[in-house]
Structure formats: structure tokens, C-alpha cells
């Protein structure tokens, strides 16, 4: 089913200097309360570690703008990203970095997210993928080696939260708005 979905959704057009990838994680929560999170453009340190705050420019919806501070520790401390997609129904989400003092030069990413069973339960399988051009001085495999551990620790902090919501049953704000 993996790869049913990658091909399906996770498909980048990439070019010359650019690389790419997709990676799943499987989270023992349901899809809801998961997608809850994720769909949050303006709320990613609910979730990411590595973002201390996140401020908007604009409504919550495709088009608009947020200026995002990253924790110290990383070779970057802002960076400014656009929503791309965000389908409710389809739970697809997608973001173009369009600025901010890193090397993610054309980075755009795609997260889905597909109800499925774990051990028994509801659970929800994540997929994120990634383009990005390759900096100057790297090779494609240190670029693909440096932003999916960046995505992998944020999968990893996702399914914390979500596994903690879920075995609490606890519900915040972020998972009641859906807007």
C-alpha cells in the first residue's frame, strides 16, 4: 500500500542539481487526531522540535505565508514557507521553503496521511516527501542524508505526541479545530 500512495501523491519533478526521497512512519493513533496536527500551517512546533515559533501572514489556507524560528543547534535560525496544498478530505499537505538564512534552496515538501491498523487499532500511516536542490560544495547523498534526518526526527516527535494524545485520550484545541 506504501508505495501505492508514494506514486500516487509523492511524485517531484526533479531536475538537474536536485534530489529527492519519501519517508512513512506508522503512528498508533488514530488518522483524525494525526492529521489534526499536521494540517496546523500555523502551529508546526505543536510537533517539530527543531521550531521554537511560528508566526502567520494571512488566513489559514493555500497561498499564505509563515515565518518560522528554528532552535539553535541547526545551520539556520529563520525560514519563511508557503502553504501549497491542504486537502481535508484527501489528508494531503504540502509547503515550499520561499526563504531564510539555510541551504534548503527549492525545497517543497508533500505529508499524506492513510487510516490503517496497528497491532489491532486504528492507526495512521504518515508519508512525507521532499525535493531540494543539492548546495553547492555537497553531494546528493549528504543533501538526502541531512533532510531526512530533519524529517525522521519530526515523524519520530509526531508520533509521540499523537501516541500520547491517543493513549491519554486527551484532546486539545489542535485536535477539535479544524480550521
Not at 19 to 42: E, G, M, N, Q, Y
Amino acid at each position: 500500500m506504501e508505495s501505492q500512495y508514494i506514486f500516487r501523491h509523492h511524485q517531484h519533478d526533479v531536475g538537474i542539481n536536485q534530489c529527492s526521497s519519501a519517508l512513512t512512519k506508522h503512528i498508533k493513533a488514530p488518522v483524525d487526531l494525526v492529521w489534526s496536527l499536521v494540517r496546523r500551517f500555523d502551529q508546526p512546533q505543536n510537533y517539530k522540535p527543531f521550531v521554537s515559533r511560528c508566526t502567520m501572514r494571512g488566513d489559514l489556507k493555500v497561498g499564505s505565508l509563515r515565518e518560522v524560528d528554528v532552535r539553535s543547534g541547526l545551520p539556520a535560525t529563520t525560514s519563511t514557507e508557503r502553504l501549497e496544498l491542504l486537502d481535508d478530505e484527501e489528508h494531503i499537505f504540502g509547503i515550499r521553503i520561499v526563504g531564510g538564512d539555510h541551504r534548503l534552496r527549492n525545497y517543497s515538501s508533500i505529508l499524506t496521511v492513510h487510516p490503517e491498523e496497528v497491532d489491532g487499532r486504528p492507526g495512521t500511516l504518515v508519508i512525507e516527501s521532499f525535493m531540494v536542490d543539492i548546495p553547492c560544495g555537497n553531494t546528493k547523498d549528504e543533501t538526502v542524508y541531512f533532510v531526512e534526518a530533519l524529517i525522521n526526527c519530526n515523524l519520530k516527535s509526531l508520533a509521540d505526541v499523537c501516541e500520547r494524545m491517543a493513549q491519554s485520550g486527551s484532546v486539545n484545541s489542535n485536535y477539535e479545530a479544524r480550521g
